[in-house]
């Protein structure tokens, strides 16, 4: 059964200096996740496998849970400071109408902005990533016309998505995401930023809640992914769609799916030539 998740409010914190990532073959479960101290950070599930975060060297503790452990194997180990790893420096910066500040930066400056509160913890999601980015500026293209009162976010990361459409006017947005760390720091940030009454965090596979019902669907999400959303009977009952996490060849696939159904594309971002995000309707 698919349940929301609850967490006890967290006081911001300083980020991270170094992450030490272990590598293991096989899902660690979250009995073993209790015995991993207190430098343990989260365990980032991929399918079968399980990475395990750490703030310090812990190589030995793990090899320990490996070896009581017969599903588990560990593969590898990986060093990263905690900037290279969300990929450049956590610091307030301006995306379009958005402001987006970590709580360790908060202050009273940016007043005219719409400020975002974001921990990103070790997930990605700090809109440093083009994706992430060009799907905020989706958000404020389509609100400057329509204001949505449901608003579904597939695969929601951090949940910075989710967070922007509630200020921006959005009454009410379910945030879902497979992966339990994600859920985590999403349910954080929504507390952070005082939204927990108007998002709802839930931790699932994104193709089983499409026919929830929604003005806006939101998806920065595997390509794979977005193609059995779109083939899904409630994609076209959506008015509008953001579609992003894609790669130049996968944009162009998608582009065919969608020129199947009654819908029209609005506008598209390109980074580099490399990512793209597709704003479109569901033309009635």
Request: charged share 25%; hydrophobic share 40%; with cysteine.
């Amino acid at each position: 059964m698919l349940n929301t998740l609850k967490i006890d409010h967290t006081v911001a914190r300083i980020p991270y200096q170094d992450l030490y990532i272990y590598y293991l073959e096989g899902p660690l479960n979250r009995e073993e996740e209790t015995l991993l101290g207190p430098d343990f950070l989260g365990n980032w599930i991929e399918e079968d496998s399980s990475f395990l975060f750490f703030s310090r060297p812990s190589k030995g503790l793990v090899q320990r849970i490996v070896d009581k452990d017969k599903r588990l194997r560990l593969m590898d180990e990986f060093y990263f400071t905690y900037e290279e790893w969300l990929g450049g420096k956590i610091k307030p910066h301006k995306v379009s109408r958005f402001l987006i500040v970590p709580p360790w930066k908060d202050s009273q400056e940016g007043d005219e902005e719409i400020k975002i509160l974001l921990d990103p913890g070790v997930v990605f999601g700090t809109s440093l990533h083009p994706t992430t980015r060009d799907c905020l500026l989706a958000l404020v293209k389509i609100y400057e016309k329509y204001q949505f009162h449901r608003v579904l976010d597939l695969g929601t990361g951090t949940g910075i998505l989710a967070i922007g459409a509630a200020l921006l006017g959005s009454g009410r947005i379910l945030a879902v995401d497979i992966n339990p760390l994600a859920v985590r720091t999403a349910l954080l940030n929504v507390r952070l930023n005082g939204l927990e009454k108007r998002i709802e965090v839930r931790e699932g596979l994104a193709e089983n809640f499409i026919d929830y019902y929604s003005d806006l669907l939101i998806a920065n999400i595997h390509y794979d992914i977005i193609l059995e959303l779109i083939k899904g009977d409630g994609f076209v009952k959506k008015k509008y769609f953001i579609l992003s996490g894609l790669m130049r060849n996968q944009a162009r696939d998608i582009r065919l799916q969608l020129s199947k159904y009654p819908v029209e594309i609005i506008h598209e971002w390109g980074h580099d030539i490399i990512w793209h995000t597709i704003l479109g309707r569901v033309v009635s």
